[in-house]
Nanobody, 125 residues
Framework: QVQLVESGGGLVQAGGSLRLSCAVSGLTFSSYAMGWFRQAPGKEREFVAGISRVVGTYYADSVKGRITCSRDNAKNTVYLQMNSLKPEDTAVYYC???????????????????WGQGTQVTVSS
């Protein structure tokens, strides 16, 4: 059974930092590209960042320079380091696994096969 479990969310003031983690089990983690998405109330789920199996990364323009995605294949975990947080970063953050080649990082939520339950990030002004 595939499981993705996010953690690390919380309440932080604008300008602060958080590191989200996503622990993955039930699949060959090192073979998958991983993505982070977020969904704010009343908005569609949007791509934030992704990392391929060869550790290439790709970021949404809105977070470039503030957010870093990384992975530890030994721990089957993907991370999202978020710095200089803004109130508009407030959302539920989800990690997802893409079961295709693992080399491409795709920004459409429809392309991802497995999802975590999400973790809430709230940034106060």
């Amino acid at each position: 059974q595939v499981q993705l479990v996010e953690s690390g969310g919380g309440l932080v003031q604008a300008g602060g930092s958080l590191r989200l983690s996503c622990a993955v089990s039930g699949l060959t983690f090192s073979s998958y590209a991983m993505g982070w998405f977020r969904q704010a109330p009343g908005k569609e789920r949007e791509f934030v960042a992704g990392i391929s199996r060869v550790v290439g990364t790709y970021y949404a323009d809105s977070v470039k320079g503030r957010i870093t995605c990384s992975r530890d294949n030994a721990k089957n975990t993907v991370y999202l380091q978020m710095n200089s947080l803004k109130p508009e970063d407030t959302a539920v953050y989800y990690c997802a696994a893409d079961a295709t080649t693992g080399y491409a990082i795709r920004s459409s939520a429809r392309e991802y096969n497995y999802w975590g339950q999400g973790t809430q990030v709230t940034v106060s002004s």
